[in-house]
């Protein structure tokens, strides 16, 4: 049954989950990095990490409409205030980094949810370029 809504929670997971099947498939390294930011966040603090499958499932169900991804933006931006909006941008850039260098459909994913959730691109750059810092390696 596809939702008329997301609580701010689910609206979290589900810009994790776009993310992360921007390139057609779920890795297991984006799956660990879901797990473990929910298990830290402290906006995940009453949020059960057993229940992203849930979530992943109406994402995986909403994007198989015509108008999936569209519907999606959709339901995370009517449930999160902006500087949730900020937050979920940060965690699309965190699963964007899970993997090493994002291919070109996490890319132009990131830009198309940061338009949608009205980021600001000075914004947006801050925190890409934070994460992109905290993932480096020697």
């Known amino acids: 049954m596809m939702p008329s809504r997301f609580n701010p929670q689910e609206a979290l997971i589900c810009a994790m989950v776009l993310i992360a099947v921007s390139d057609q498939r779920i890795s297991d390294g984006e799956l660990a990095a879901m797990a473990r930011l929910v298990q830290e966040l402290p906006v995940f603090s009453d949020f059960t990490p057993s229940e992203i499958d849930r979530v992943t499932e109406i994402v995986l ?6 108008d999936g991804l569209d519907r999606a933006f959709g339901l995370i ?52 370029r934070a994460t992109k810092a905290r993932y480096q390696v020697i």
């Open 61 to 66: 169900l909403l994007l198989a409409r015509a």
């Open 77 to 128: 931006r009517d449930v999160l205030p902006p500087r949730l909006r900020e937050t979920a941008y940060l965690l699309v850039c965190e699963l964007a980094a899970a993997d090493g260098d994002p291919a070109q459909e996490a890319l132009q994913f990131m830009q198309d949810f940061r338009i949608a959730m009205d980021i600001d691109r000075l914004i947006a750059g801050a925190m890409e």
